[in-house]
């Protein structure tokens, strides 16, 4: 149980960096969300865990492919934000996630990476 409080307790701590350094500097705010400090903690935790190479090496593989179809919300979230306002802005990105998701999986499945069922 101690080991879970662990691992919530620093991944927590990641999101709360984030937060933090974006009310100072908008470009560090950006830079520091743009690491992949959650995918870097995800690798440790497996590492730790003694969890095989294949599932690590599979998470980092995969990891790649589902943040390429999210970029496209970074893009459209500041165009949107002026003329829908926060809220609606956000499910606005939720959608156009979920659009760019389902178009990218079908457009990779053909080079044989499933990224659904």
């Known amino acids: 149980m101690g080991w879970l409080f662990t691992k919530y307790l620093l991944t927590?701590?990641?999101?709360?960096?984030v937060s933090e350094a974006a009310k100072r500097s908008?470009?560090?705010?950006?830079?520091?969300a743009a690491l992949?400090?959650?995918?870097?903690?995800?690798?440790?935790?497996?590492?730790v865990e003694k969890q095989p190479q294949s599932k690590i090496s599979n998470h980092a593989w995969y990891t790649f492919w589902y943040v390429l179809p999210t970029l496209p919300m970074f893009?459209?979230?500041p165009m949107l934000l002026p003329?829908?306002?926060?809220?609606?802005t956000l499910l606005a990105s939720i959608g156009i996630t979920v659009v760019c998701f389902g178009l990218f999986a079908l457009a990779v499945r053909p080079f044989g990476i499933q990224l659904l069922p």
Do not use: E, K, Q, S
Not at 12 to 17: G, I, K, N, P
Not at 83 to 88: A, E, H, K
């Open 12 to 17: 927590a701590a990641v999101v709360v960096l």
């Open 26 to 32: 908008d470009r560090l705010g950006g830079f520091i």
């Open 36 to 47: 992949p400090l959650v995918t870097f903690l995800a690798l440790i935790w497996l590492y």
């Open 75 to 77: 893009l459209a979230f």
């Open 83 to 88: 003329r829908l306002g926060f809220w609606l």
